[in-house]
């Protein structure tokens, strides 16, 4: 009679086990800084995106108001008039005594004299669907260029200081900037071919007060690239690297109502590859 065989199957010892575990973390650590750099290439293409729809909005926009591209929405004397650098990226006033909305409050779409400005008017006559664009994704929730910082009690509510802050820089003024500056290009028919029309927000430029600009994940939209993303009069957009531009930006100016020669720093964005 033959007697069966009966297999045995040898564990993992701890050797073993230990080996295998290492192997995943290397595979692991290897793998993390790909995943990480392929989140933030996503997240440029997003911004891209959203640069590219506020263009063509603004062409519709011009296309119903006279062909003015938005305004800064205090200006009554001259369409074209900005006041001062940071309000190219404010969307909604913050002084509710002249009209705006105080702290925490929702900004709902709609026409409401004295409330919207800049990038604003888009969201308020429904040019652009979703108010999300006007913010990059590439910003952290603890930027107060982030879409989060908007979000109490909701989306597109009025931060501690009633403000709405969008993190495009649109439109600057390059006309007499250390005064109530004007806009380089008040209306569509005044674009010229390969000239800066938007890019990311610049801390240092867009606050008041401010003695340099920290290199950090809430003041640079793409960090820890040094590349903006620009917005061209061609609709064009391209994610561009100058050092110039950042080691003007890190300069001890005091930044307060323009003394930041920043018509220099579009000039060296606009020739950056």
Not at 5 to 20: C, G, K, N, Q
Not at 208 to 231: E, G, I, K, Q
Not at 242 to 269: T, V
Request: hydrophobic share 40%; net charge neutral.
């Amino acid at each position: 009679m033959k007697h069966g065989r009966f297999r045995t199957h040898d564990a993992f010892t701890l050797i073993e086990l230990l080996v295998v575990i290492a192997v995943i973390a290397i595979l692991a650590a290897l793998l993390m800084p790909a995943m990480a750099s392929a989140k933030r290439r996503a997240k440029v293409t997003q911004c891209q995106n959203n640069f590219h729809q506020v263009y063509v909005a603004s062409f519709v926009y011009a296309n119903d108001y006279h062909d003015y591209f938005p305004i800064y929405g205090s200006a009554t004397t001259d369409l074209n008039a900005i006041g001062f650098i940071d309000y190219t990226c404010y969307a909604v006033y913050n002084d509710a005594t002249y009209g705006g909305l105080p702290p925490n409050t929702p900004v709902n779409p709609g026409i409401q004299p004295k409330v919207f400005q800049n990038l604003g008017h888009l969201y308020e006559t429904r040019m652009i669907g979703d108010g999300k664009i006007l913010f990059c994704p590439g910003f952290p929730d603890t930027s107060l260029f982030s879409a989060t910082y908007f979000s109490n009690p909701s989306f597109m509510s009025t931060d501690t200081n009633g403000w709405v802050r969008s993190s495009m820089l649109y439109n600057p003024e390059v006309i007499n900037p250390l005064a109530n500056g004007f806009r380089r290009f008040p209306k569509s028919s005044t674009l010229v071919a390969g000239k800066l029309f938007g890019m990311d927000a610049l801390q240092a430029i867009t606050g008041n007060n401010y003695t340099s600009t920290a290199f950090t994940p809430d003041t640079f939209a793409h960090y820890p690239s040094r590349n903006f993303d620009v917005l061209f009069t061609d609709g064009s957009v391209k994610f561009v690297r100058s050092d110039p531009a950042i080691n003007l930006l890190s300069l001890p100016y005091y930044l307060d109502e323009g003394n930041l020669p920043y018509s220099q720093l579009f000039q060296m964005l606009e020739n950056a590859q």
